[in-house]
């Protein structure tokens, strides 16, 4: 008894550093719960023959769903509309990876389609192959030297980190990026790197003359031929393998937030179906929530710092809970000594 409540004490201790990222813009959140979900391009993409979207998996680090890139997929999401340009904005890309492929692209901000020296613009100085346009670009990915992430920023610079992420087991994956200081820090495992990047927008070359607010943000994706090796015989414009818990804030955040976010999906509180024996659905939810249950049980409603806030008795498969009284944020479903996380929004 005395360790299930030190491990459900440990849980709340978890939520309750949680909450302190609620402080933080989450701006896109990719849980991949849901099958329906992983179509999310809103532009039809018709280049390198590549299919638009990625495949929806049950090999997940997180609840019982992922998305899976087979090399020739990606996800495609326009931020800007006054949300975000990513040249004049801080944000953080954070995910959960699984792959054991050579190289390729993570996350990338960048034009829809093209090349990086094709379609945007001449190029700013044909001796050194600067095009002012992609020098906008940046992106995440592994495979020049090793499995290791590297931050790439057009023609800028490379910054490649020390921890490879491809050997086929599952890693969280963060890039930071505060252009006021400036600093890009990637993280792995909720461990900072080594090498970190120092670009600014004052390190970018004059305006693109496509505008940086077309770009849009791509989850397993940059541009058709890049990033390459100066050879152009290795390249890595796709990701392979299984991505879960995409998150986009709208800030850079801070090596205790990216440890804490690191620890709290890393946990064992988030567990299939199978394993938990009930479900709760809609997650994220608002007004009232249904229970997926293989037998009856009571459930318990905690919120984020440990407080009961609901109980229900007898609940059976199918049962509805109203959660319309309870505010937004981190909570906690309970039954006997399985717990499920709850976003209510």
């Given at each position: 008894?005395?360790k299930?409540?030190?491990s459900?004490l440990?849980?709340?201790l978890?939520?309750?550093i949680y909450?302190q990222?609620?402080?933080q813009?989450?701006?896109?959140?990719?849980?991949?719960?849901?099958?329906?979900?992983?179509?999310?391009?809103?532009?039809d993409?018709?280049?390198?023959?590549?299919?638009?979207?990625a495949?929806?998996?049950?090999d997940a680090?997180?609840?019982?769903g992922?998305?899976?890139?087979?090399?020739?997929?990606?996800?495609?999401m326009d931020?800007?509309d006054?949300?975000?340009?990513?040249?004049?904005?801080?944000?953080?890309?954070?995910?959960?990876v699984?792959t054991d492929?050579?190289?390729?692209?993570?996350?990338s901000?960048?034009?829809w389609?093209?090349?990086?020296a094709?379609?945007n613009?001449p190029?700013?100085?044909?001796?050194?192959?600067?095009d002012p346009?992609?020098?906008?670009?940046?992106a995440?990915?592994?495979?020049?030297?090793?499995?290791?992430?590297?931050f790439?920023?057009?023609?800028?610079?490379?910054f490649?980190?020390?921890?490879?992420?491809?050997?086929?087991?599952?890693?969280h994956?963060?890039l930071?990026n505060?252009?006021?200081?400036p600093?890009?820090?990637v993280?792995?495992d909720g461990v900072?790197?080594?090498?970190?990047?120092?670009?600014?927008?004052t390190?970018?070359d004059?305006?693109?003359?496509?505008?940086?607010?077309?770009f849009?943000?791509?989850?397993?994706?940059?541009?058709?031929?890049?990033?390459?090796d100066?050879?152009e015989?290795?390249?890595?414009?796709y990701?392979?393998?299984?991505?879960?818990?995409?998150?986009?804030?709208?800030?850079?955040?801070s090596?205790?937030d990216?440890?804490?976010?690191?620890?709290?999906?890393?946990?064992?509180?988030e567990r299939?179906?199978?394993?938990l024996g009930f479900?709760?659905?809609?997650?994220?939810?608002?007004?009232?929530?249904r229970?997926?249950?293989?037998s009856?049980?009571?459930?318990?409603?905690f919120?984020a710092?440990?407080?009961?806030?609901?109980?229900?008795?007898?609940?059976q498969?199918?049962?509805?809970?109203?959660i319309?009284?309870?505010?937004?944020g981190?909570?906690?479903v309970?039954?006997g000594?399985?717990?499920?996380?709850?976003?209510?929004?």
């Open positions: 008894m005395k299930v409540l030190l459900f440990t849980i709340f978890v939520s309750a909450a990222l609620d402080d813009p989450l701006l896109l959140h990719l849980d991949f719960e849901d099958e329906d979900d992983i179509a999310l391009n809103d532009q993409m018709a280049y390198d023959e590549a299919e638009p979207t495949e929806y998996s049950t680090k997180i609840g019982t992922a998305a899976s890139f087979d090399g020739l997929q990606y996800i495609i931020l800007n006054g949300v975000l340009s990513a040249q004049a904005n801080n944000y953080t890309w954070a995910a959960w699984k492929a050579a190289g390729g692209t993570l996350f901000w960048s034009s389609s093209g090349t990086p094709e379609g613009g190029l700013e100085d044909e001796e050194t192959g600067n346009h992609m020098a906008a670009v940046q995440l990915f592994w495979g020049f030297e090793s499995g290791a992430p590297t790439d920023v057009g023609w800028v610079d490379l490649p980190v020390e921890t490879e992420i491809n050997d086929g087991a599952w890693h994956v963060v930071s505060d252009i006021e200081t600093l890009q820090v993280y792995v900072a790197q080594s090498t970190t990047g120092a670009i600014g927008v390190d970018y004059d305006p693109p003359d496509t505008p940086v607010e077309e849009v943000l791509k989850v397993g994706y940059s541009n058709s031929g890049w990033p390459a100066e050879a015989e290795n390249q890595w414009p990701f392979t393998g299984v991505m879960d818990d995409f998150r986009m804030y709208g800030s850079a955040l090596a205790d990216v440890t804490e976010l690191f620890e709290l999906t890393s946990t064992s509180l299939s179906e199978t394993s479900e709760v659905y809609p997650n994220p939810a608002s007004g009232q929530i229970i997926k249950s293989t009856m049980r009571d459930l318990e409603i919120n710092v440990g407080q009961l806030v609901r109980s229900e008795k007898d609940v498969d199918g049962s509805m809970i109203n319309s009284n309870l505010e937004s981190l909570y906690f309970k039954s000594e399985s717990i499920q996380k709850l976003i209510v929004e």
